[in-house]
């Protein structure tokens, strides 16, 4: 399998001329390697052009700005593009560094980057999807305090059972994949600032070959998500 070479053409209107018609199959190693070379040039391509957008449409909302025209359906499409943008530089930045994409898979998230200096709820937390090389890695769960409902002697309540998230945690390492090998191949993963999430499957507490997986996902709630494979631990007495 021959490596794709993508060029951008100067007359590209969009990025779907160029980078929509990548389709790659890899059946050894080798091609393996040469399908990596192929995703490299294609997210290039990708992020050229979507920056390239992104800047037209910054000009243009100038444009209206400085004539007093509305500028609300412009400003949408600003934040769209710059998080087109943003997700695809995190896609480069993965696969430069020589991850490989899999297909998305339901992973028990552990690890989360994030630049937020508080949770948003008593509950598992989600990436909020920073800018490549911003944030920090905590864990998905955070502290967590609970309050217990309390009365006064003539048994009139004072205050009422709740619970509310007070700080995060640092990262948990599952257990079921902590191999100094794996550990240090996610530890390089981190340093990367890439990946938004990192998880493992099966659960953490399940049983098989685990997997880590790194996850680029776009800012918003419906946004795009791509999974790299991190590190896979397979014991030969299991096989």
Known sequence: MEPLQLEVPPDAKCA?????????????????????????????????????????????????????????????????????????????AAVDAGYCVVPNMPVDVFAIRTSKHHPWADKPQSSESPDVGEGRYVDSEPTVHRQVEEKDSSGNVLSRSHTFATGFEEVDFPISVARPLVMSATVEAMALKCFDEIGVLPARRGKGDPIVLGIVKEKGRDGRRISFLIAWYVDTRDL
């Open 16 to 92: 779907a001329d160029v980078t929509e018609e990548l389709q790659l199959v890899a059946r050894s190693p080798g091609e393996m390697k040469q399908a990596q070379a192929s995703l490299a040039v294609w997210c290039e391509s990708k992020v050229f052009i979507l920056q390239r957008d992104l800047t037209d449409l910054v000009e243009a909302l100038q444009i209206a700005c400085d004539h007093g025209w509305k500028t609300a359906p412009l400003e949408r499409q600003v934040r769209n593009a710059e998080k087109r943008v943003e997700f695809y530089r995190k896609v480069k």
